[in-house]
């Protein structure tokens, strides 16, 4: 009776252990596929950042990593793809497609920090502590803080919105793209006009090949005409010949026929005395 007790108990046992293993392969027929999170970044204390002229767009500049600040998020790029996250130091989320403040950054922007030029102007930023970002980037958007503040520290820069930067780093993209096609039609044009010139120049060849067949041609026919003009005066002056040597031929035919009949007329007188 223990015996039976202790299988059963075990058989349970057995059952309930494999039912989750089971619902496992039974429910679980995807393959998760998770994407990768950025390694974290040591900070030794709360970052100090700079805003990007013309933006409301923060970055802390000395680091080998872009760290953003936009917007309320924090932002940076890693191996292809863009990550955000509330915290500076810590949990980032994959962001599914490029920030759209991303495109009005340009892509030097720290050399212009090293070298404190903005556009081939002197560019004189300002450290921001990092508490100061995090409670008046929307303040300072609304009031338009950094334009009043002699536009971002820089000297000499027309004021413009970020609307407007956004606009124009679009337009400047725009701007490679119409060039960068511009450029291809171009090198094609090229390519067709050094065709034509190619055979342009095969042409030329041809036609001045055809002009000196023509040239060869022409100076042929004028040595058959002279040819012929000797030919015919060859033979004219063999038909003089003839008519020449005919006559005289004639005349000594002629000639000789009266010194026979003299001959014969002189025998028949000498005939005449013998008688």
């Known amino acids: 009776m223990k015996k039976l007790i202790f299988g059963t108990l075990l058989l349970a046992l057995v059952i309930v252990l494999s039912i989750p293993t089971m619902a ?3 429910g679980g027929g995807g393959v998760n596929v998770s994407i990768g999170l950025p390694p974290p970044i040591e900070f030794a204390g709360p970052p100090e950042m700079i805003v990007l002229p013309e933006t409301y767009v923060y970055v802390v500049p000395d680091l080998d990593v872009d760290i953003f600040f936009y917007s309320g998020w924090w932002w940076r790029p890693w191996q292809g793809r863009w990550y955000r996250s509330q915290y500076y130091n810590s949990g980032w989320g994959y962001y599914q497609s490029v920030p759209p403040f991303y495109a009005g950054i340009p892509s030097g922007w720290r050399n212009d920090y090293r070298n404190h030029r903005w556009r081939g102007h002197q560019w004189n930023y300002q450290r921001i502590p990092h508490q100061q970002v995090q409670q008046n980037w929307r303040s300072w958007e609304q009031s338009k803080h950094w334009e009043n503040q002699q536009t971002w520290g820089v ?3 027309r004021d413009r919105t970020p609307s ?5 780093g679009s337009q ?4 490679q793209q119409q ?3 511009q450029q291809q039609g171009n090198r094609e044009s090229g390519k067709v006009e050094q065709k034509h010139r190619k055979a342009g120049s095969q042409s030329g060849e041809v036609k001045s090949q055809h002009l000196e067949t023509g ?5 042929g026919q004028q040595q058959n005409l002279q040819q012929q003009q000797g030919n015919l005066e060859k033979g004219k002056v063999q038909q003089q010949h003839q008519k020449k040597v005919g006559s005289q031929s004639g005349e000594v035919k002629s000639q000789h026929s ?5 001959n014969h007329e002189k025998g028949d007188v000498e005939q005449q005395d013998t008688k």
Do not use: F, V
């Open 24 to 26: 496992g392969a039974m």
């Open 155 to 157: 000297q000499g820069l």
């Open 164 to 168: 407007q930067h956004l606009e124009t």
């Open 172 to 175: 400047y993209g725009e701007d």
């Open 179 to 181: 060039n960068s096609q």
């Open 215 to 219: 040239s060869q041609s022409g100076e």
């Open 258 to 262: 009266q010194q026979q009949q003299g």
